[in-house]
């Protein structure tokens, strides 16, 4: 008897099957353009669709294209070549079809930007009465392959588009949050994205105020895609807020970063707080931590695309309250051995204009610096300032030098590659040496003037019959305030300086 009953159900299955088989791709196409309108507020379009029945219902799409609110004057809000899916025959009578994945080749998804008089209702096309859509909910949509492109507001502006190589959607289904595994790749400094979180409710009306939460990693971003940039990046972190407005923490580690300023490579790790605009692309740090091995700086501002231009500028005020010289300088030296040593405090506005040239010809800096308890790494010019402090402080007397630390304060402009330096201070106990001047990066070169003031007159820095001799002119020698002001010149390099006194200026 029950064999007869399955028996029964078995053939009754089969002759509603044939009956519906003939309309049956009419009415999913018809269904899933009505779900799709509704869902996505957008007229609906597919090239080809195909239906098969046996062994389950499989559907394959070709050619979808979503045009949102009906817009034709902007890309398509989706648009995929491929669409497949398959559903059991019986969840064509259920109230909430249940499918177990949707596969999308070529999938391209295209931002509008958000309409602030955007109708709240369901976008509909004139004509024919649709029939009513499907409520699905779906295990999994699969779109590896895909694009994500944040429609920029300027059609002069290049778009903003991210390349997604493997996207996992799960749970899909409208007026709920969707999770989703990413792997995206990161043009400029290129690198890979691996991330994963929720996003969702879909907004249908407003796209861009969808929200998103998640966390990421970006694992081997190439910096030297940036020209004057060289090491290799890593990162991690979280992000929330809407497709619009994305709020992002993470931190970053650079073990070999350098300059375009045949420096060294040097460890770089950083913390930040940064707000991403999803219509421009632009970014707002608030703030930045940075450790450069053991120097600490912080910077706020902004890294935007200014109108007409391709590029991204970057302007930041950073500033340091405990940095170390040493670490500095090896941005910019090649020296196993760094010149100098010391603490420095500086503030600084750093401006990177757009363009295509190497970052430190396109560096901008105004700023001024502090540097105390500074010491000369060489022995030989280290044992030279303590000479210069001990005579300048009135001492003839020969003895062992010791160890003098010296102060170092001023004002400095880069531009061009070239940084300006004003009221240069440079003091040791007894001794002060004041400079105006430049510093050009790429061959390290010196041109600066000033002079050199010491407390003691001129007939003190001798002995015997020297002394007598000098003493008659302490009063040229005397000036601003210095029992010994003498006009000085520096020039050759950064690693081989050489001081000159102008006499000419003296007269």
């Known amino acids: 008897m029950i064999g007869g009953a399955l028996l029964l159900v078995v053939l009754t299955i089969a002759m509603v099957a044939k009956r519906m088989a003939p309309r049956l791709p009419g009415y999913l196409r018809d269904r899933a353009v009505s779900t799709l309108r509704e869902d996505f507020s957008s007229d609906v379009e597919f090239s080809d669709f195909q239906v098969s029945i046996y062994p389950k219902i499989i559907i394959r799409a070709e050619g979808l294209v979503l045009r949102f609110h009906g817009r034709t004057d902007i890309p398509p809000l989706i648009s995929a070549k491929r669409v497949s899916t398959e559903i059991g025959f019986w969840e ?13 080749e070529g999938l391209r998804v295209t931002m509008p930007p958000v309409e602030p008089r955007a109708s709240n209702a369901s976008h509909r096309t004139p004509g024919r009465k649709a029939p009513p859509p499907f409520k699905v909910d779906v295990d999994e949509i699969v779109a590896d392959g895909a694009e994500l492109d944040m429609m920029v507001k300027d059609p002069n502006k290049p778009p903003h588009v991210f390349d997604i190589r493997s996207l996992r959607l799960q749970h899909a289904g409208l007026g709920q949050p969707m999770t989703f595994e990413a792997t995206l790749i990161n043009p400029v400094p290129v ?11 879909w907004q249908r009306d407003q796209p861009r105020l969808t929200p998103l939460a998640g966390i990421y990693t970006f694992t081997h971003a190439d910096l030297s895609t940036i020209r004057g940039l060289g090491g290799i990046l890593s990162s991690k972190g979280q992000f929330n807020g809407l497709l619009d407005r994305i709020d992002v923490r993470g931190e970053t580690q650079t073990p070999d970063f350098s300059l375009g300023l045949n420096g060294r490579p040097v460890l770089l790790d950083t913390v930040f707080h940064a707000i991403v605009d999803g219509t421009t692309g632009n970014t707002q740090l608030e703030p930045v931590h940075a450790k450069l091995l053991d120097s600490e700086i912080v910077a706020r501002g902004g890294v935007d695309r200014e109108p007409g231009e391709r590029y991204r500028r970057v302007l930041l005020d950073a500033d340091s309250g405990h940095a170390r010289l040493e670490d500095l300088l090896r941005l910019a030296l090649k020296a196993n051995t760094p010149p100098m040593t010391g ?10 204009p757009p363009g295509k040239g190497d970052i430190a010809d396109r560096l901008k800096l105004d700023g001024e610096f502090h540097i105390s308890s500074a010491q000369f790494t060489q022995l030989d010019i280290q044992n030279k300032v303590a000479s210069l402090s001990r005579r300048g402080s009135g001492e003839t007397v020969a003895e062992s030098p010791g160890t003098v630390a010296s102060d170092f304060t001023g004002k400095f402009v880069l531009g061009d590659g070239v940084m300006t330096f004003s009221n240069l201070t440079f003091e040791v106990p007894g001794a002060s040496v004041y400079l105006d001047g430049t510093y050009t990066l790429h061959d390290q070169a010196l041109d600066f003037q000033g002079s050199l003031r010491l407390k003691a007159t ?5 002995t015997g019959w020297k002394k007598a001799l000098a003493k008659p002119f302490n009063k040229l020698f ?12 520096v020039t050759g390099t950064g690693s081989d300086p050489h001081f000159k006194m102008d006499i000419k200026r003296v007269f």
């Open 478 to 489: 005397e000036k601003e305030g210095a029992g010994t002001f003498v006009p000085i010149t």
């Open 191 to 201: 690198g890979e994205i691996e991330t994963q979180g929720k996003f969702g409710p």
């Open 343 to 352: 603490d420095v405090t500086f503030r600084t506005r750093i401006d990177i």
């Open 92 to 104: 064509l009578f259920r109230g909430i079809r249940h499918v177990r994945r949707i596969t999308l």
């Open 458 to 462: 001129l007939s003190q820095l001798t």
